[in-house]
């Protein structure tokens, strides 16, 4: 009769959590290269003032367009599926850090997990010929999501409610950024000069520029809501190009894009040196 190996579950264990790890980077390395593209554009747009779209139908078309294009939007997909699958086993189980277990952390987490499985839903059905969600898809969606909010029982305050937490998660993330929170999720002690300077540089501009954009979507929703009119929200495309119409022009919408490309390059620097 043979005896059974004991602890023989750790070995599972372990290859759970090194899968979930390598879901995770590859979900960041998918988070800066959507990023990157969306800068990108926006940066050409403040440039030239082209009809291109800076948002995420607007990279995924682009991506479409390059050889070998499919192939490279399945994978862009599967990445954003990998965080996507990162951030629920957070939200079951508890992150990394000392406040990884507590709620609003595990809350947080569910948030960004239902995120990036819709990020990650529309790109492979962008990828699989669905091409109603690529260019302007961000504007449609927002305009319609808030149309239908308008129409419920007291859909102003629903519309204002949502609107408000956009906007404070812009100011969240740029706050965040300028205070470099992002340090403690890095492994920051182990990581050398250059390292930590690029970091620096690309996580506090990366941070604002981005904070900026979320800001400016939820002020649009809340202008939506004063107005009771859907027409009033903005998608990404439009609230990046709205930033060439403020009296900075288009100084401040390339500053904005290049913010924009800061954090796609922030985001691969997470994906090699963050803590998971």
């Known amino acids: 009769m043979t005896t059974p190996r004991p602890h023989a579950a750790v070995p599972a264990e372990a290859a759970a959590s090194q899968g979930v790890r390598a879901a995770a980077r590859a979900g960041l390395a998918a988070r800066g290269a959507l990023y990157l593209l969306v800068g990108a554009l926006a940066v050409h747009i403040g440039l030239t003032g082209t009809g291109e779209q800076a948002d995420r139908g607007g990279a995924v078309a682009h991506v479409a367009a390059t050889p070998f294009g499919t192939v490279l939007l399945w994978a862009l997909g599967l990445g ?76 102003r305050w629903w519309v204002g409610a949502v609107a408000v937490g956009i906007l404070g998660a812009g100011v969240w993330i740029a706050g965040r950024a300028v205070l470099r929170k992002y340090r403690d999720d890095l492994a920051w002690e182990r990581l050398g000069t250059y390292p930590r300077r690029f970091m620096d540089v690309t996580g506090v501009a990366g941070g604002v520029g ?30 990046i190009r709205s930033f060439a119409q403020t009296p900075a022009g288009p100084w401040l919408l390339l500053a904005v894009a290049a913010g924009l490309v800061f954090f796609g390059l922030f985001s691969f620097g997470q994906a090699k040196w963050r803590e998971v």
Do not use: I, N
Not at 221 to 237: I, T
């Open 80 to 155: 954003l599926a990998g965080m996507a699958v990162w951030r629920l086993s957070e939200a079951a189980f508890g992150g990394t850090g000392p406040e990884g277990d507590k709620a609003h952390k595990r809350a947080l987490s569910a948030g960004r997990c239902v995120f990036y499985a819709g990020s990650a839903f529309l790109v492979l059905s962008f990828a699989a010929g669905r091409r109603e969600s690529g260019e302007g898809a961000t504007d449609r969606q927002s305009r319609d999501v808030t149309g239908r909010l308008l129409d419920l029982p007291g859909g």
């Open 210 to 239: 981005r904070g900026l954009v979320f800001a400016a979507l939820g002020l649009s929703g809340v202008r939506a809501a004063l107005a009771f009119d859907p027409s009033e929200a903005k998608g990404m495309d439009d609230t």
